[in-house]
C-alpha cells in the first residue's frame, strides 16, 4: 500500500516545470515592461505577455 502511494505521485499529469524554465519566464516579461515603460497601461502589457 504504501509503496504504491509512493510510486503514484511519480506519474502526475502536469508538466514539471524546471527552475531555468521559470527563470526565463520571469526575465521575458522584465523585458516587456522595460520596452513599454511609460508607454502603456496595464491592459496592453497584459496582452503584449500573454502573446509572446
Same mark, same amino acid.
Given at each position: 500500500m504504501?509503496?504504491s &502511494?509512493?510510486t503514484?505521485r511519480?506519474?502526475s499529469?502536469?508538466?514539471?516545470?524546471?527552475?531555468?524554465s521559470? @527563470?526565463? &519566464?520571469v526575465?521575458r516579461?522584465?523585458?516587456i515592461k522595460r520596452?513599454?515603460y511609460?508607454?502603456?497601461g496595464? @491592459?496592453p502589457?497584459?496582452?503584449?505577455?500573454l502573446?509572446?
Amino acid at each position: 500500500m504504501l509503496l504504491s &502511494a509512493c510510486t503514484g505521485r511519480n506519474r502526475s499529469p502536469h508538466p514539471v516545470l524546471k527552475p531555468g524554465s521559470i @527563470e526565463d &519566464a520571469v526575465n521575458r516579461i522584465k523585458k516587456i515592461k522595460r520596452q513599454l515603460y511609460g508607454r502603456v497601461g496595464f @491592459e496592453p502589457l497584459r496582452k503584449m505577455i500573454l502573446l509572446q
